[in-house]
DNA sequence: CAAGTGCCTTTATC
DNA sequence: AGATAAAGGCACT
């Protein structure tokens, strides 16, 4: 697969794959490799050019959301100065449209755990309960499936490095693999209605919705707050909030569900329909910020 | 080098 | 309602 990319619409695939809303890609060289719908493959982008190995180029083209219109997106959230440094510094970032049960249990592991730490569990947990398949004489391992996980005792996957998150992915594996889960329909559903039904999972709260929302269900609205995006909140924007509440959630580590709300509120308030575009653009700035 | 801190938080309990 | 503690384990200081 080849594509030359629109020039007026920047993509970066580097920043795009690797800014922490995907666990499961690995660079190589100039290659990106990843397994994706089943299959292992590559990717590079050189200039404007985007090159693929063993991937169509229809389900690339949404899981890369190269429909988004970047130069739009960026007039409607580019709001202040620390948003236009945000979006000089990682321009062609890119929302990803993953797969959402995948999503959904990365996202479910990533509570409290650090990205490198995340990228660990999910490789152990796909190594032991995914499929095998090789790919230019390496070894790939699929995500494993509902029932593969809902199968799995709670012991072999807290060996996976979940601890105590073992239980939640298997509750929700379980869950899922008994009644099935139309995630397409979700896509569907008004952001509030769709988190909604996110939340009945174990081990999904108010921020790992947002995550599922955003990153694999196209929710471009939803605003995760993780330490990072409150951290930048507070730096960048703590004149939006009475004092009192600024001082008080500054202080702390974690956020009450309220508190988690007035924040994200304010993400999709001020940066509106792309918010979490927003968002994403913050939070790997904040990161990588010395 | 030990001990403490922090990590893309949720849940149980008060 | 709202605060607080507990829950892997590993990297980093």
């Not at 949404?62 to 945000?86: C, H, R, T, V």
Request: hydrophobic share 35%.
């Amino acid at each position: 697969m080849r594509l030359k990319l629109d020039t007026d619409c920047p993509l970066n695939l580097d920043f795009t794959l690797c800014c922490g809303q995907t666990f499961r890609w690995d660079k190589q060289g100039e290659w990106w490799y990843g397994v994706v719908k089943g299959r292992a493959c590559k990717l590079r982008q050189v200039e404007n050019t985007l090159e693929g190995v063993n991937v169509e180029f229809g389900f690339i083209k949404e899981y890369l959301g190269l429909d988004d219109d970047l130069p739009k997106i960026f007039a409607q959230i580019n709001k202040d100065e620390n948003m236009d440094s945000a979006i000089k510094a990682f321009s062609g970032l890119k929302i990803l449209r993953q797969e959402p049960w995948e999503c959904l249990i990365s996202y479910i592991c990533a509570t409290y755990k650090n990205i490198l730490a995340i990228k660990r569990m999910l490789h152990e947990l796909s190594k032991k309960f995914g499929n095998k398949t090789v790919f230019e004489e390496r070894n790939f391992y699929t995500f494993p499936t509902a029932k593969k996980l809902a199968n799995a005792s709670i012991d072999d996957l807290a060996k996976c490095g979940l601890g105590y998150r073992a239980k939640y992915v298997s509750e929700t594996a379980k869950m899922i693999h008994r009644a099935g889960f139309d995630f397409e329909c979700l896509k569907r559903l008004p952001y509030d209605e769709a988190k909604r039904e996110l939340l009945h999972f174990p081990g999904v709260g108010l921020k790992v919705a947002d995550c599922v929302l955003l990153f694999s269900l196209g929710k471009t609205e939803a605003f995760p707050v993780d330490v990072w995006v409150k951290r930048v909140i507070m730096r960048c924007y703590k004149g939006h909030f009475p004092k009192e509440f600024a001082e008080k959630i500054s202080g702390k580590k974690s956020l009450t569900d309220v508190e988690y709300a007035k924040l994200s509120k304010f993400g999709r308030d001020y940066f509106g329909k792309y918010a979490g575009y927003a968002q994403e653009y913050l939070y790997h700035y904040e990161r990588t910020k010395t």
